[in-house]
């Protein structure tokens, strides 16, 4: 009975993995604590009062982490690449845009679980960084993305990739409850 497990462990063992996860890019930020700065969707303008609990945003959505941009490799070769830091830190989120050039770097995420999406906009030259995140109120959310789900004279299509994404929502005017602005300096490696 032992040699018929063992074998079964050695066969189990000896397959190709399907999928294999590497580090594109990988960036080392810090933020401005005093540079934060919330929208509203009911007031329609930044707050930068005194009342802001930044000590407890940073804590919250880290202003030091280390970002990085994963891509996945499968055998379809339907490459997906996924943003893994302080908040999305377990496999990552997919990501909804994705560019990357000599000078500046643009990430978007998709809807997380928690209903929010990150947005990074990083000088690759300066280190300058602008961060947000999109916060969007659970129930409000639900049924208005049921409600458009159920328009048939919607003339866009709702999903990206099966998700949600920040294009969606501009497309057909829905606003987020909240936006965390952040800056800051993303340098590439890290310990920079």
């Not at 003339?155 to 829905?174: C, D, E, G, V």
Request: positive net charge.
């Amino acid at each position: 009975m032992k040699i018929v497990f063992y074998f079964l462990f050695c066969l189990l063992i000896s397959f190709e993995v399907k999928s294999k996860t590497e580090t594109f890019i990988k960036f080392s930020c810090k933020y401005d604590k005093n540079s934060i700065s919330k929208e509203q969707k009911n007031n329609g303008f930044l707050t930068f009062d005194k009342n802001l609990d930044r000590a407890e945003i940073c804590r919250t959505f880290g202003c030091t982490d280390i970002i990085e941009v994963n891509t996945i490799k499968n055998q379809s070769n339907n490459n997906e690449f996924r943003l893994r830091n302080s908040w999305f830190n377990h496999q990552g989120i997919l990501l909804d845009d994705f560019l990357i050039t000599k000078n500046e770097i643009k990430i978007n995420t998709f809807v997380s679980q928690a209903y929010f999406i990150e947005s990074y906009l990083i000088d690759r030259l300066t280190g300058k960084t602008k961060r947000k995140f999109y916060k969007f109120d659970r129930y409000e959310f639900y049924y208005k993305v049921k409600e458009i789900e159920n328009d048939s004279n919607r003339k866009l299509p709702i999903y990206n990739k099966k998700k949600l994404s920040l294009k969606t929502f501009k497309a057909f005017s829905l606003e987020p409850l909240e936006v965390f602005h952040f800056e800051g300096k993303c340098l590439e490696g890290t310990g920079v």
